[in-house]
């Protein structure tokens, strides 16, 4: 049984399929601050990477901040909101306070995971591109959940300042961050919304 996996749970240990995993994942927006394991994260990438990929490319790349990584990471975060006028670029108390609670809430997140490709000059390649990297990340979210570990696929102004990418190291005109990945163990998730008959969304023609 193959596509079954086990992780322990408080009570014990859980069982779950992938069928149950694709409707039970939730986007998860409130994390414990226990650290996920190094070889759970890799485990759960390492899914990620079985992705549709065409020609083989396996365009996916991470950045993974976590621990004291997280500190500067979360400077370059602010200092782009700043940049492009999301938070004021002032000293005034209620700026100030903003920044702490911010930066705050994301020290509190245990790892983050910038995830971003080679952007191919053709347009088509690059829509290849980032639909399979997309896949890649469903994956890794889907495995994550598996494993007890929640996600939050986020995509931010941030992703989009040239700025941000040349101080994380990558070459903006050369590259995409596709997401930010927030990740580790839920503390609290959020109710099932639910979602439209599936007949709603498809016209069948014959
Ligand atoms: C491409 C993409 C970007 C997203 N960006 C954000 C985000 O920036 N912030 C956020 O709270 N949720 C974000 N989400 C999560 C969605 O809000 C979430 O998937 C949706 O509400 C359905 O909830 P579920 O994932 O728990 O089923 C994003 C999801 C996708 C696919």
């Excluded at 490709?117 to 598996?146: G, H, M, T």
């Excluded at 959020?190 to 969304?201: A, L, Y």
Aim: hydrophobic share 35%; proline share 4%.
């Amino acid at each position: 049984m193959e596509n079954f996996c086990f992780y322990v749970v408080e009570k014990g240990v859980k069982r779950i399929s992938i069928l149950n995993s694709i409707k039970e994942r939730r986007s998860i927006h409130t994390f414990k601050e226990r650290e996920v394991d190094w070889n759970i994260l890799k485990e759960i990438f390492t899914y990620g990477t079985y992705a549709p990929t065409h020609y083989m490319k396996e365009s996916w790349k991470i950045k993974l901040y976590q621990r004291n990584g997280k500190t500067d990471f979360i400077d370059k975060i602010i200092a782009s909101y700043q940049r492009i006028g999301m938070i004021k670029n002032d000293r005034t108390e209620k700026t100030l306070k903003m920044i702490e609670s911010m930066k705050r809430f994301l020290l509190s997140i245990p790892h983050h995971a910038v995830i971003y490709y080679e952007k191919p000059e053709d347009p088509i390649r690059n829509e290849e591109e980032y639909a399979s990297v997309c896949a890649f990340i469903q994956n890794a979210q889907l495995a994550a959940w598996e494993y007890g570990v929640g996600m939050l696929w986020t995509i931010t102004p941030y992703m989009h300042d040239p700025g941000f990418l040349n101080e994380l190291g990558l070459e903006h005109d050369k590259v995409k961050i596709a997401a930010v990945l927030q990740i580790g163990y839920p503390k609290k998730v959020p109710q099932d919304k639910g979602r439209t008959p599936i007949e709603e969304k498809m016209e069948v023609i014959e």
